[in-house]
């Protein structure tokens, strides 16, 4: 990553690697974009951002923007470095080219990432905000990039204070729309649970062995659709191996092996507010409170 | 709250679900089960589903030809189809799962246990499987076939459970074979339980067609006689008849082609919005459409057929010299015409229509040519400099959309060149499309007909086809008359060209 850089700079490169890729004499690389992707990425959560940022370039090609707050650097500076990540279109000449930009936010840069990153956002195409983690609430990080985003994507399963950030999460709502990779992951279990209908019509007791963002969601859910007190019983697990409701085995879903890549994709299909979502996670706020 | 209340009770927990439409248990029977299409498109297709979970969970297959084969040869045969013609890497656990529903019946429908073989065997499946007695009867096989099998099995079909039935093309020979066999059908199916198959109304890119048109409001308020010139529709292949004699010598191009996906794809391209897209709202504007076709007369309509020539610098034989082919065929393999669509909308903007084997590539594509700028303030240095808009839908190969606009080349002065503004499938959506039969085999198990052809479009088709082709008895055209490798014969080009304009460049 070049220390030092401007948006300007990032820019001129990105204009001189998408000439540079194509061969001399060949067809020009097409740049496609369905959107522009934020990505917020403390150091922590780098490698994984990585891994899925690989996977999914394909199937939605976009501009990826990488914010890598440092904000314990002393240097007041951006560093940056430009990546096209091209893939060949099967029977055609040339190949169709997605922007990444990683940008590290050095020292109080950190504090104003939405100046960085509103001149490199693609005109009238949505922009979806990666956030890794947990939300910084009431950080000026997190209220300038939800001001510019149209989606916040999350992963409550990442976060380690889940219970307590699940009960300031619904101050969000009324901002941005918000999807939750965890959500997305119990969905099957709440298909299973919905079959079960109209006998768990009065259940009293949730039982999950699972990691405590999905079990969480799950028991938010049921107490927000049923409109009743929950008792949950949690077993932390990897991911959810058992659904119990009164005592009786929820039937386990077909299991469905989808990548991180794919589950961000997903995410970045939805445009409209979750309601449904924003219930439960009202409801856990509710048991806090 | 009395009990039965409290049954009829909205699901609370199934709010906000988005739950993946997913068909009912069902059994599917292919008749023709030994034929090309099964092996090529339909086992692959059926794959596909199982791959991405889209089949439902209780679900069998019953093959059904008159080649002598066990379960095992049958699951084995079609095993290699899919290893050879599937769209995704074979999966031996995705397999074995499929491959257990899996049935094969040999039998001939001319003896009178074959279709009771075929109930039998489904009423195992629905048995051993949970099938539910739901059914769906693909006929795979030759029109003559059709109606023996439609009959027999209508008198078979289950009390319980639904039945469907899809039929290959082509529906009929002509407007009285495709009256006749409406009719019989329909002695024994509601027209809501027949699925005329097009695939090509399965592609994607025909789909989009529709959201192109519909979902964006730069194209709909110009997507008439004002602003455009006219429109092409090409349906170029390179492939000859691939062995197929029996076939293509009784149907020639205009029954093989025009009569189904070309007349389709000047619906879509045609038709007035619907006010939602359910398969009636959709199927009623399509019919608007056929019913205000022109007819054509003898000058519009042009019929070739190949002769010796190169493809790919591969030199192959005429049409004449296709094994199983008669020496003196008669039989178009090219036809081109120009059609009018006479309503409000579209009055007097033809639409140009072409569709031939042995060109020199395979190419589909739907062509909006607009009208030129009525008054470029440029000195131009020729008048091809500013070319008209074309908006070119692609449906294959290329899958995509791509806009000719008229752009200044850099540096002095103020030249003009044509560039193209592209949006391929391939570049920004880069999950594999499916293939057209995945969609239209899951749409025909969970009951959604809007991408299949009713009976009164098939008739509309069939009689303008009908009227095509009449003046055909009367005269002999002097055949080969283009050599493969080429664009068709030079009176396609006149057709085109007396009207001041030309095809496509390609």
């Known amino acids: 990553m070049t220390e030092g850089v401007t948006i300007r700079q990032i820019e001129q490169e990105l204009g001189r690697l998408r000439h540079a890729a194509a061969a001399p004499g060949s067809a020009p690389n097409l740049r496609t974009s369905v959107m522009t992707h934020l990505a917020w990425v403390p150091e922590r959560w780098v490698d994984a951002a990585t891994d899925t940022l690989a996977g999914m370039g394909e199937r939605h090609p976009s501009r990826t923007i990488l914010l890598l707050p440092r904000p314990d650097d002393p240097r007041d500076a951006l560093d940056g470095e430009v990546d096209l990540r091209c893939f060949v279109r099967t029977g055609e000449q040339g190949q169709v080219c997605s922007e990444v930009i990683s940008l590290g936010l050095c020292g109080p840069r950190a504090k ?70 965890a959500w997305a992951k119990v969905q099957p279990w709440r298909e299973a649970c919905a079959e079960l209908w109209p006998e768990i019509g009065e259940a009293d007791s949730l039982r999950v062995a699972g990691p ?52 961000l994709s997903d995410q970045l ?16 706020a509710t048991v806090s409170a | 709250m009395s009990i039965s209340e409290k049954v009829e009770a909205p699901n609370p927990l199934e709010e906000g679900l988005r739950r993946r439409r997913s068909p009912e248990p069902c059994a599917l029977t292919i008749f023709g089960a030994s034929g090309d299409l099964t092996q090529r498109k339909l086992f692959p297709a059926l794959y596909a589903l199982a791959v991405r979970d889209l089949l439902p969970p209780k ?93 027999e099995m209508g008198k078979r079909r289950a009390t319980d459970g639904w039945t469907r039935v899809i039929v290959e093309k082509p529906f009929g020979y002509d407007l009285e074979t495709a009256k006749h066999l409406n009719e019989v059908v329909h002695r024994h199916f509601a027209e809501e339980e027949i699925f005329r198959i097009d695939h090509y109304l399965g592609k994607e890119t025909v789909q989009n067609m529709l959201v192109l048109r519909f979902a964006n409001g730069i194209f709909e308020p110009i997507w008439n006689r004002q602003f455009i010139d006219h429109v092409q529709i090409t349906v170029a292949e390179s492939l000859g008849i691939e062995g197929r004699a029996d076939y293509y010598e009784s149907a020639g191009a205009v029954r093989d082609i025009v009569q189904n996906h070309l007349l389709q794809l000047v619906a879509l391209t045609a038709m007035e919005p619907p006010i939602d897209f359910t398969a009636e709202s959709v199927r009623n504007e399509k019919v608007k459409v056929l019913k205000a076709l022109h007819t054509p007369g003898p ?20 049409y ?4 199983d082919v008669a020496p003196d065929s008669m039989t178009e393999t090219y036809v081109a015409a120009k059609l009018y669509v006479d309503n409000w909308r579209w009055a007097d903007t033809p639409f140009y229509i072409r569709t031939g084997k042995r060109l020199p590539r395979r190419e589909t594509t739907i062509a909006i040519q607009f009208k030129r ?47 193209h503004m592209d949006f391929l499938y391939g570049g ?42 009449a003046p055909w008895k009367r005269d002999r055209p002097n055949f080969p008359n283009y050599a493969a490798g080429t664009w068709g014969p030079v009176a396609a080009d006149e057709l085109i060209h007396r009207d001041g304009r030309s095809w496509r460049r390609h």
């Open chain 1, 212 to 263: 405590r963002g999905e079990t969480l969601l799950l028991w938010g859910w049921l107490r927000a659709r049923l409109r009743r007190e929950l008792e949950l019983e949690h077993e932390p697990a990897g991911e959810v191996e058992l659904v119990a409701i009164d005592g009786e085995d929820v039937p386990a879903p077909r299991a469905k092996r989808t990548s991180s890549s794919d589950l």
């Open chain 2, 299 to 318: 000058k519009h309509v042009v019929r070739g057929q190949y002769g010796p020539g190169y493809i790919e610098g591969e030199e192959v034989a005429g």
């Open chain 2, 320 to 323: 004449r010299e296709e094994p």
């Open chain 2, 59 to 151: 679900f069998g297959v019953v093959g059904v030809a008159r080649t002598e084969m066990t379960d095992e040869a049958f699951r084995e045969k079609m095993k290699q189809a899919i290893q050879d013609h599937a769209r995704d890497e074979f999966r031996q656990d995705v397999w074995d799962e499929f491959a257990e529903s899996i049935r094969y019946v040999a039998t001939d429908f001319a003896d009178q246990g074959g279709e009771e073989h075929v109930v039998q065997c489904l009423n195992e499946l629905d048995e051993k499987f949970g099938t539910a007695s739901n059914r769906i009867y693909y006929l795979a096989v030759p029109p003559s076939a059709i109606e023996t099998i439609v009959v």
């Open chain 2, 373 to 419: 700028a009525p008054h470029p303030p440029f000195e131009l240095d020729s008048d091809d400099a500013l070319r008209p808009n074309v908006l070119l839908v692609h449906i294959q190969p290329d899958e995509g959309v791509s806009l000719a606009v008229g752009a200044k080349v850099p540096g002095q002065g103020m030249s003009i060149r044509t560039v």
């Open chain 2, 428 to 469: 920004s959506f880069r999950t594999g499309l499916p293939e057209a039969y995945e969609r239209l085999i899951l749409d025909c198990m969970l009951g959604d007909a809007t991408l299949f052809t009713r009976s009164d479009e098939v008739e509309e088709q069939w009689a303008l086809v009908d009227s095509m082709v």
């Open chain 1, 112 to 181: 104003a990432p939405g100046s960085v990153a509103m001149p490199l956002l693609i005109p009238d195409l949505p922009v979806f905000l990666r956030w890794r983690g947990e939300p910084w609430f009431g950080d000026p990080a997190l209220d300038q990039l939800t001001e510019i985003a149209d989606r916040l994507v999350l992963d409550s399963d990442e976060w380690g204070e889940c219970d307590a950030t699940m009960t300031q999460l619904p101050e969000l709502f009324d901002r941005i729309a918000i999807s939750d990779i």
């Open chain 1, 269 to 284: 299909e939805i445009f409209v507010r979750d309601r449904i979502y924003e219930e439960a996670v009202s409801a856990l």
